[in-house]
């Protein structure tokens, strides 16, 4: 059973900085890519970031610039630092790993920027 828990969401004033963690747990096998979704109130989920196994990086061009994805492969593990955070980035952020070609998501973790 593969599991990801979420980190490191709250409440963070225009401008500030989080850094999301996300740790794969259970009976692993090769992680794929990893990436961070989110989800406003009122619209679909959307794609936030992607990195590969390899390291390869892609971004929404809304966050370009002030999130940066990482991995570190030995702790099954993936981040997202986001900075310069804007009232807009409000939305419950997801995990999302790809383990022996099966798609798995984290509950989820909500990020709140607002003065």
């Known amino acids: 059973q593969v599991q990801l828990v979420e980190s490191g969401g709250g409440l963070v004033q225009p401008g500030g900085s989080l850094r999301l963690s996300c740790a794969v747990a259970?009976?692993?096998?090769?992680?794929?890519?990893m990436g961070w979704y989110r989800q406003a109130p009122g619209k679909q989920r959307e794609l936030v970031a992607l990195?590969?196994?390899?390291?390869?990086?892609t971004y929404a061009d809304s966050v370009k610039g002030r999130f940066t994805i990482s991995r570190d492969n030995a702790k099954n593990t993936t981040y997202l630092q986001m900075d310069s955070l804007k009232p807009e980035d409000t939305a419950v952020y997801y995990c999302?790993?790809?383990?022996?070609?099966?798609?798995?998501w984290g509950k989820g973790t909500l990020v709140t920027v607002s003065s």
């Open positions: 990195i590969t196994r390899g390291g390869s990086t």
């Open positions: 259970g009976s692993i096998a090769r992680i794929g890519a």
């Open positions: 999302n790993a790809i383990v022996v070609l099966t798609q798995y």
